[in-house]
């Protein structure tokens, strides 16, 4: 209003011909504007004037809600990437979710909610995946009745191909008049992936840990550092926990394979073969393990001379962890197997895969040529496939997929 004020100011005072012009844009444009609010009400205009200078701003936001993310981290955060990558599909905003504290698989109504802005910064991730996806709250939404509840499919019927069909639907349909469309059913994780690894993969970037776990990861992490007087650590994702034993040998049945389920002999065994890592002893350890789940706590035993084999109690971070729920646990032993110099996990393990996936970008953001080479930095391995000198295989991600598939999975097929 100040603006037109001003126009008409001008042209009292005989103002030139460019700002008479100048007005009598913005004048059209903004009868535009109003006609196309009153005619096309459904659209959610909204439109900003500056007071300093004449700009507009037009949003039209509309939103995608899915339904609580559960199981473990790892599992977690491919389900909400793939919210994301939904939403991203569909033109829409993914109203910020929630993750779950607990773990448990079957009983949905023991799940402990968590909100996403506990674990992840909400306005860095907004930052980092600006103009790729984005976060919204509860709070942005305008009217709570514009809902429509979608509910997708399942079962072995539902196939790729429905499911894409089901998406185009919802993105060419009648459903955009709908400020939020809520998609009812199976958790995330299960959805059906439409995705190559490279868009996941910038969604995980966009992931950073609250200050608090963070820092609560910094001191653990300085911690082994010191045990090594600050020489490097290797950490061990060792799947050897009651859980994971029974899913493991199951899968190697269906699968007809060997190479998934590893003992903690066969673990210690490929992790002393490592090529040079015998080299430089003493050689500290890491074990990330999930405690409360193992059978017996001798896995400190049976290590090779030279060998430092540290987890939470013997290092004395046992209280730290012990402050917080099942998932920031796991993100903060995430966090230990992420910055470790060597990082040896199974590669039909979500928790290992999304490590290895993460230390891959860092070496092709550094310009690594050959990431399978002896000497290359950040080196991970999968102890549950046998490689040279009957030690590990040499792992990294292949980042050109099609499809997350491999890593939501497992594969034995792990490029190196």
């Not at 959805?191 to 963070?214: Q, R």
Request: aromatic share 10%; charged share 20%.
């Amino acid at each position: 209003m100040e603006f037109l004020f001003n126009c008409k100011l001008m042209k009292l005072m005989g103002g030139g011909n460019l700002n008479s012009l100048v007005c009598k844009i913005v004048f059209l444009f903004i009868a535009v504007l109003i006609l196309r609010s009153l005619l096309f009400p459904s659209n959610n205009l909204v439109v900003y004037m500056s007071n300093k200078n004449v700009g507009f701003v037009v949003e039209q936001q509309k939103f995608l809600e899915v339904p609580q993310i559960v199981w473990g981290l790892n599992n977690q955060k491919i389900a909400f990437a793939r919210a994301c990558l939904t939403a991203r599909m569909l033109n829409r905003t993914l109203l910020m979710p929630s993750l779950s504290a607990s773990l448990f698989y079957k009983e949905v109504d023991l799940l402990k909610p968590i909100s996403f802005d506990k674990v992840f910064q909400f306005d860095k991730f907004n930052e980092l995946c600006s103009g790729f996806v984005q976060l919204g709250r509860y709070s942005d939404l305008t009217n709570a009745t514009e809902v429509i509840e979608i509910q997708k499919g399942g079962g072995r019927k539902w196939t790729v191909e429905r499911d894409l069909d089901h998406l185009r639907e919802l993105k060419n349909g009648s459903f955009d008049e709908y400020e939020v469309v809520k998609i009812v059913g199976k958790n995330p994780f299960l959805w059906h992936d439409h995705w190559p690894v490279k868009d996941y993969a910038n969604v995980f970037e966009c992931l950073v840990l609250v200050d608090e776990i963070s820092q609560e990861a910094d001191r653990v992490v300085s911690m082994i550092r010191e045990v090594g007087k600050n020489n490097r650590y290797v950490a061990v994702h060792m799947r050897v926990e009651i859980d994971w034993m029974i899913h493991c040998k199951k899968l190697e049945q269906r699968l007809n394979t060997n190479q998934i389920c590893s003992s903690k002999n066969e673990i210690i065994e490929r992790v002393g073969n490592i090529e040079g890592l015998n080299k430089s002893p003493p050689i500290v350890l890491y074990l990330a393990v999930a405690d409360k789940l193992l059978q017996n706590s001798s896995i400190l035993e049976g290590w090779k001379d030279g060998f430092l084999p540290y987890e939470k109690k013997k290092l004395g971070v046992d209280k730290i962890y012990g402050k917080y729920s099942y998932l920031v646990q796991s993100a903060i032993d995430y966090e230990m197997c992420l910055r470790a110099d060597v990082f040896v996990g199974n590669s039909f393990s979500t928790f290992s895969s999304l490590i290895v996936l993460e230390r891959t970008q860092k070496m092709i953001k550094l310009g690594v040529s050959s990431m399978c080479g002896s000497d290359v930095k950040w080196p991970s391995f999968a102890y549950n496939i046998q490689g040279e000198l009957n030690g590990p295989m040499r792992w990294v991600t292949n980042m050109s997929d099609s499809s997350l598939q491999a890593i939501s999975y497992g594969t034995n097929h792990i490029s190196c």
